[in-house]
């Protein structure tokens, strides 16, 4: 049976699930909901495109609903109001509030008889499966992630829509010395400031207070204000030349020690370097829209995170092919 995908909301990651459900012969893409006019969106496999509005009406028509609003206040009210209607995923990513978001979305999924994953994509999503494991493996030791150098979506998201502002993308940047001393082994103490910097590029519009909207940035609690922070002011042209591209990556890291004395170090490295991170972040979503449907089919609902999916379940693959194949 063909699993039936939508996609609500239809900018950088819903275009990058609608790429990825092209090479998932099990999944298709049904329709593409959206809070503008649909004649003014224009999808590139032609679904149907229709307004958020009329959501109601698809109810039994999709399988998976895939929820592609920014963690900073789209998702916080979208995921658990969707989740009355249908089984969702979601990718918020604002990792300090995501206990309350569980909290609100388990919530309705129970009320519903839905069901609800949250917190998709590579981080949260993938490498928090790997912290997990790296955790369980070495109990006694220090977890480090990292992130960047590229574009961080949620950020540039929340900076976005601060009055006053036409456009930005907002680069994290890995400290190397950070970074070298957590691969040495030493177990460095980092804070939150000493492992990253926050690099801003916004475009304003016209009479803007430039200082007011660096203080709302530098300032803002769970994206900024916690890390050393650079804002740059570029015109339009500036920006579209030199910032049109959505690279990231990152790395986790799991230092431990093994042994009757502890006399044995190891260091465990993931690492990823993408050159989209929008679409990396769909095929992510993608896999787990698979779950999903399986989990849903057995009469699951509630909410559940990435800790809580049987890796067989992500994959196409019947359990037989698994064990030939990648066990």
């Known amino acids: 049976m063909t699993i039936k995908i939508g996609i609500l909301g239809y900018g950088n990651i819903g275009r990058g699930i609608e790429s990825a459900l092209m090479q998932n012969e099990d999944m298709e893409l049904a329709a593409v909901f959206t809070r503008r006019d649909p004649a003014s969106v224009k999808t590139v496999t032609d679904v149907p495109v229709v307004n958020t509005e009329d959501v109601a009406e698809w109810k039994d028509r999709i399988d998976v609903m895939i929820l592609c609003g920014g963690s900073a206040t789209d998702l916080p009210v979208q995921t658990p109001e969707y989740v009355k209607m249908f089984n969702v995923i979601d990718s918020f990513d604002t990792h300090a509030r995501i206990p309350e978001h569980y909290a609100n979305v388990e919530a309705a999924a129970k009320e519903s008889g839905k069901l609800g994953i949250i917190s998709l994509g590579w981080d949260p999503g993938m490498f928090s499966l790997l912290r997990l494991y790296s ?44 970074l070298d001393a957590v691969r040495s082994g030493s177990n460095p103490q980092l804070t939150t400031r000493d492992k990253h910097i926050r ?31 650079i804002v740059h002011f570029i015109d339009e042209e500036e920006f579209l030349a030199n910032h049109s591209a959505m690279p990231h990556g990152g790395f986790v890291l799991r230092t431990g020690n093994s042994g009757f004395e502890k006399e044995h170090g190891h260091v465990i490295e993931y690492s990823l370097k993408l050159d989209s991170n929008p679409e990396f972040t769909g095929s992510a979503m993608v896999a787990f829209a698979r779950a999903c449907y399986r989990m849903a089919k057995e009469g699951q609902t509630g909410c559940r995170t990435a800790f809580d999916i049987p890796p067989a379940y992500l994959s196409p693959k019947s359990p037989e092919e698994l064990r030939a194949g990648l066990l």
């Not at 955790?135 to 949620?154: D, H, M, V």
């Not at 036409?166 to 680069?171: L, S």
């Not at 009479?207 to 922070?229: L, R, S």
């Open 135 to 178: 955790e369980a493996i070495l109990p006694e030791g220090e977890t480090y992630t990292f992130w960047g150098k590229g574009i961080s979506q949620g950020h540039s998201d929340a900076i976005r829509r601060i009055k006053g502002v036409k456009n930005a993308k907002q680069y994290t940047i890995p400290v190397d010395e950070a």
């Open 199 to 229: 690099e801003c590029f916004v475009v304003l519009e016209e009479g803007a207070d430039a200082a007011a909207v660096e203080n709302e940035i530098v300032t803002m609690p769970n994206y900024f204000a916690e890390y050393n922070t």
